[in-house]
């Protein structure tokens, strides 16, 4: 079966960090773009940030840009999300996204191909 899960998640205080994993099985990672996507209770899905395959830069949402870095580990076939300098308003369900063949400038504006089941961030004093 081909799935995505995410781990990592949990509950930090402001000003925390944590790094949330993305660990693929019956795909590789390193054919794809991948993504990671937040929804918070009862707002829409907003996009964190994409790493290529490729050469092409790594994009991140303007709220969480100087604070979060995307990588990834082939050798592991993870994608990691390391989160520092969490507030409150980073508070949600995060998931992983495998998308192919899309440059990072586009990859919130394009549909995934796979998705994982998500991991709650919940950052609270």
């Known amino acids: 079966q081909l799935q995505l899960v995410e781990s990592g998640g949990g509950l930090v205080q402001p000003g925390g960090s944590l790094r949330l994993s993305c660990t693929a099985s019956g795909l590789t990672l390193d054919y794809y773009t991948i993504g990671w996507i937040r929804q918070a209770p009862g707002k829409g899905r907003e996009g964190v940030s994409c790493?290529?395959?490729?050469?092409?830069?790594?994009y991140y949402d303007d709220s969480v840009k100087d604070r979060f870095t995307i990588s990834r580990d082939s050798a592991k076939n993870t994608v990691y999300l390391q989160m520092s300098r969490l507030k409150p308003e980073d508070t949600a369900e995060y998931y992983c996204?495998?998308?192919?063949?899309?440059?990072?400038?586009?990859?919130?504006?394009?549909?995934?191909?796979?998705w994982g089941q998500g991991t709650q961030v919940t950052v609270s004093s």
């Open positions: 790493i290529s395959n490729t050469n092409d830069p790594t």
């Open positions: 996204a495998a998308l192919r063949g899309t440059p990072t400038r586009l990859c919130m504006l394009v549909d995934p191909d796979y």
